[in-house]
Structures are given as structure tokens and as C-alpha cells.
């Protein structure tokens, strides 16, 4: 069955850097592509960008384009998400989701979702 | 970007009522529009995508309708697991944003 697996708890100061692995199981990872998603403490959802693991290909969010780096390693069916020079308001649980092969579906349809990552940033 | 306006943002109900939710695009998104449900803890689950589909495994009481603009979605009969928190989403056009949410609870 289809799993994504993500990395546990973070805490970090202001100004640093945090990077979230989503490790893949059930199916081709180099098939689908993973988006990450993010939610902020009692927020809604928000779409950060999207990352091919078959050949490297991003798309990010322009909010935080300057900062964000999404990668994909098919030899571990791992794909990573690393945020940059963050503030009290990158607080939030982050996670990655699967794009669904679903010919019928639109090309940002999320079929399958990690458990989430909370990430803490405080000083 | 692309603007997702859900009403009612909370909606009391009773097991066995008929909900419907209503989400609106700040333009023209044809059918590109998946609704989620998400319970307190969980990560979001796909239940409807491109409008009215369903996504296998999705009870039938859930039905979606709509395009353009404006998007609805309906559950029929409700049941006690259905008391979550309820986003549209378009996807469209990048950034893939999503509504602001629904909570439905149990009057």
C-alpha cells in the first residue's frame, strides 16, 4: 500500500534553516510528483511548491521562492524539503502529499498525504 | 493568484442531516476543483476531484457539483465520522490554493 513517511519534530531558532524528509513506499517513486503542503496552528492549508523525482523539476510557491529548495532522491524514495531564514511564522505542520495518476483528475490533485512534520521556530 | 472563498467558515448539523458547502474561485477555474476533509490530528483525505469525481473509497453520500466558478459540496445523511474540517482547492493554475476551511460540528 501506498505510505509516505515523514521526519519527526523540529525546533529551531529565527534564521535558521530546517529540512523534512517524506520517504515513499507502495508504488514507482519516480512516477508521481510530491507537493508540500503547509499548515500553520489552527490555519488552513497552504501549497508551498512541488518537486519530479524522476527528473528534478520544481515548482515554488513565489511567497517563498527566495527560501524554500525541494529535491527528490530516487535512490531512497525520499523526497526533501528544506526552508530557509525562517520567523515565528514558519511555525506550522508541513507536509508532503502525492500527486495522483488519475488521467481525470487535475495536475495538482493529492492522493495520498504524510503524516506531517511540525516544525517549531523560536527563539 | 487565485482567491478560494468557502461559506458557511462553520456549520453546525445533526447525524442524518443533508450539509452543503459552498466554495467560490476569485476567476474562472473550469472543473479543476478537489475538496478535502481533514480531522483534528490528521492529514487532509481526497474526497471529490475535477468537481465531481470521487476518489475511490468515498462514501456515496458525498457528492460535488459545479464549474467556473462556483463549486459545491453536499453530503447527505450525515454520520458521525463526517464531523471534520472541509477545503476546496483549485488546481488549476499555480499557486494551487485552497480555501479558507469548514468546520462542521455536531449540534
Known amino acids: 500500500q501506498v505510505q509516505l513517511v515523514q521526519s519527526g519534530p523540529e525546533v529551531r531558532k529565527p534564521g535558521a534553516s530546517v529540512k523534512v524528509s517524506c520517504t515513499a513506499s507502495g508504488y514507482i517513486f519516480a512516477n508521481f510528483g510530491i507537493t508540500w503542503v503547509r499548515q500553520a496552528p489552527g490555519q488552513g492549508l497552504e501549497w508551498m511548491g512541488w518537486?519530479?523525482?524522476?527528473?528534478?523539476?520544481?515548482n515554488y510557491a513565489q511567497k517563498f521562492r527566495d527560501r524554500v529548495s525541494m529535491t527528490a532522491d530516487t535512490s531512497t524514495g525520499t523526497a526533501y524539503m528544506e526552508l530557509r531564514t525562517l520567523t515565528s511564522d514558519d511555525s506550522a505542520i508541513y507536509y508532503c502529499a502525492r500527486e495522483t495518476d488519475n488521467e481525470a483528475a487535475g495536475p495538482a490533485t493529492f492522493d495520498y498525504w504524510g503524516q506531517g512534520s511540525l516544525v517549531t521556530v523560536s527563539s | 493568484d487565485i482567491q478560494m472563498t468557502q461559506s458557511p467558515s462553520s456549520l453546525s448539523a445533526s447525524v442524518g442531516d443533508r450539509v452543503t458547502i459552498t466554495c467560490r474561485a476569485s476567476?474562472?477555474?473550469?472543473?479543476?476543483l478537489n475538496w478535502y476533509q481533514q480531522k483534528p490530528g490528521k492529514a487532509p483525505k481526497l474526497l471529490i476531484y475535477s468537481a465531481s469525481n470521487f476518489q475511490s473509497g468515498v462514501p456515496s453520500r458525498f457528492s460535488g457539483r459545479g464549474s467556473g466558478t462556483d463549486f459545491t459540496l453536499t453530503i447527505n445523511s450525515l454520520q458521525p465520522e463526517d464531523f471534520a474540517t472541509y477545503y476546496c482547492?483549485?488546481?488549476?493554475?499555480?499557486?494551487?490554493?485552497f480555501g479558507q476551511g469548514t468546520k462542521l460540528e455536531i449540534k
Open positions: 518537486v519530479s523525482p524522476s527528473n528534478g523539476d520544481t
Open positions: 482547492q483549485q488546481s488549476y493554475i499555480t499557486p494551487y490554493t
Open positions: 476567476q474562472t477555474i473550469s472543473k479543476y
